[in-house]
């Protein structure tokens, strides 16, 4: 997996991975950016969550049951750290809520819940993570 990333101006970088062109990566205007397109960090975060759900759906999927919504928060907290007080991500938290149908079987999404994280590359990578599942049903008539 490789991907490359070309320096434009200021904070400013275009990047390309597989056939994906122009990804544009920059900082806000406070972390001397021009605000072009999510930071590192937002796509680092947007990473995470996508590994997570991708590998979450995967397993209920993979077990027939019809996901109505599947929505995933990500929320990272920068703090100042360390013996040099540099800026860090400390802490992540992810929250998937899931909405299926009421006649789903618990059995299988417990199943679910309790191993998708073995699947995902980067669910404890770097820092960990505080996940949370929460599951709404839908009344399908």
Do not use: W
């Amino acid at each position: 997996m490789r991907v490359t990333l070309n320096y434009c101006e200021n904070m400013h970088f275009s990047a390309n991975a597989r056939d994906f062109k122009n990804i544009h990566v920059d900082e806000a205007e406070t972390f001397h950016g021009n605000n072009l397109a999510p930071s590192p960090i937002e796509y680092f975060l947007i990473g995470t969550g996508g590994c997570i759900g991708s590998t979450f759906a995967y397993c209920l999927q993979k077990n027939k049951i019809p996901i109505v919504n599947l929505e995933i928060v990500v929320d990272g907290t920068l703090k100042h750290s360390g013996p040099k007080s540099r800026l860090r991500l400390i802490n992540i938290k992810v929250e998937l809520i899931i909405t299926l149908k009421k006649d789903e079987s618990n059995e299988n999404f417990n199943f679910c819940r309790k191993t998708f994280l073995d699947h995902c590359p980067i669910s404890n990578l770097l820092i960990p993570l505080n996940i949370k599942v929460t599951k709404k049903l839908e009344y399908i008539d």
